[in-house]
């Protein structure tokens, strides 16, 4: 295949994913102006290395994974450590009892958006990094757990226990936006005016 067909072939497969790897880097970064920087330089890197990648392999994954490596090396940069942890209080346990998130089928992004407030987004914002990769990767890439254990280069049962993590932190968030005469959630660091997921 010679340069023109691989460029063809290579935006062939990224338009599609364009928008989702978009989304994925606009809620990775810890700073928002980097989002740009790092879809354009894993855009380029995957481009320089299309000739290695192979057609049985899942070319959404395989561009998350260059994605994400891209992120944490901006992120480090920037040195972006995740804040604030949600403590739950003991009597708070009693509230996760009564849900069933079990047989919850997967939000798209558009409903996951939609539902989103305020005080969701900065619950997301302060999700350690390897978290909010995995939650992402899963609801706005679609990834399935191996795919995102090859990405993040983690095992398995790390990828699992990440979203499980992650999908707790959320749902105290949930709760706690729905109590009335509710805290404010914390606000992430470098993170001014209203952010959107």
Not at 112 to 118: M, P, R, S, V
Not at 164 to 179: G, T, Y
């Amino acid at each position: 295949m010679d340069r023109d067909e691989q460029r063809v072939r290579f935006l062939s497969l990224l338009q599609p994913i364009e928008r989702d790897l978009e989304n994925y880097s606009r809620r990775m970064v810890s700073d928002r102006r980097d989002f740009e920087d790092a879809l354009q330089n894993a855009v380029l890197r995957a481009f320089r290395a299309f000739d290695r990648y192979h057609d049985d392999a899942s070319f959404r994954a395989w561009v998350f994974r260059i994605l994400t490596n891209e992120i944490f090396a901006i992120n480090r940069k920037r040195g972006r450590v995740a804040e604030f942890e949600i403590a739950v209080e003991p009597e708070e346990m009693e509230e996760f009892a009564g849900l069933d998130f079990a047989n919850e089928a997967p939000l798209s992004w558009d409903s996951l958006a939609d539902a989103l407030d305020e005080e969701l987004l900065a619950a997301l914002q302060n999700l350690n990094q390897s978290e909010r990769a995995a939650l992402l990767m899963r609801a706005i890439g679609d990834l399935r757990y191996r795919e995102i254990s090859e990405c993040l280069g983690i095992p398995l049962g790390s990828v699992m226990g990440n979203l499980s993590r992650a999908r707790q932190k959320m749902r105290d968030a949930i709760l706690r936006a729905r109590r009335p005469g509710r805290a404010a959630a914390p606000r992430p660091r470098g993170e001014g005016g209203r952010s959107s997921l």
